[in-house]
């Protein structure tokens, strides 16, 4: 009824805490009537995910109080049971609730592409965040755009070749400058970064070729000097996000 479709045999990703389907979602243009379809990913958390986090905190509290108040083990009081796992059980709480994942990449989506021009600004950074749809973000779903023709990061890692370390570089200084901009510019920052959460993008791009390439380079020559690979870092995954 309201136009979002999901196929359950579509997975594209699973975690921990959360299953990803592909989906599609039906949009209407400008009020004028005409409707098409937007290719999302939805991310739905696993059937009491809830519940069965604060069943295992209760039980990791005790523990840890317990331990904390044994009298005659006073190393493990440097430890700080309790307070350690007070602070895991804030990080597993926002893990449970897919509306601060929302929140956390519209903060995201904000700091690297601003309010003006920001499709713009999008489509000419070399980092994305996936955009969530708006009206689709809840508890326990999130929607939001599907990046497409993207591959895992690691898969760059495995590429020992002259051509892979170059690659590397390549891809090295954008994520650089993203990270100091989150920690330095942004005191906002991405706190799950593994390499199944990054992914990169890559396109060919043509270049403008000037009139003297007609008469001074072969056709070879041509077409691989009008022709530029560009790549585009993707983080996901952005429930779990700080400030310093």
């Not at 990703?13 to 937007?38: E, H, N």
Request: charged share 25%; net charge neutral.
């Amino acid at each position: 009824e309201k136009g979002l479709h999901v196929d359950p045999e579509d997975i594209i990703g699973c975690g921990s805490a959360a299953q990803v389907y592909r989906g599609t979602l039906d949009i209407t243009k400008d009020g004028q009537g005409k409707r098409s379809q937007r290719h999302v990913a939805i991310k739905v958390l696993h059937p009491r995910f809830q519940e069965l986090v604060e069943r295992d905190l209760r039980f990791m509290e005790s523990a840890a109080n317990l331990l904390h108040s044994l009298p005659f083990i006073e190393q493990i009081k440097w430890l700080n049971l309790p307070r350690a796992t007070q602070n895991f059980g804030i990080i597993l709480r926002r893990q449970a609730d897919l509306k601060v994942e929302g929140g956390n990449l519209a903060k995201f989506r904000h700091n690297f592409y601003g309010e003006r021009n920001a499709n713009r600004q999008e489509r000419s950074s070399a980092i994305c965040f996936p955009r969530p749809v708006e009206g689709w973000i809840d508890r326990e779903i999130l929607v939001q755009d599907l990046v497409q023709d993207a591959t895992p990061i690691g898969q760059f890692l495995q590429d020992n070749t002259e051509e892979g370390w170059a690659i590397r570089r390549e891809l090295a200084g954008p994520l650089l400058r993203a990270f100091l901009k989150m920690v330095f510019l942004d005191n906002f920052v991405h706190c799950d970064l593994h390499p199944g959460n990054v992914l990169v993008q890559r396109r060919i791009v043509q270049l403008p070729r000037s009139i003297l390439s007609n008469w001074t380079m072969t056709r070879a020559e041509e077409d691989s000097a009008s022709t530029n690979t560009e790549y585009t870092i993707v983080f996901l995954d952005a429930g779990i996000a700080t400030s310093l």
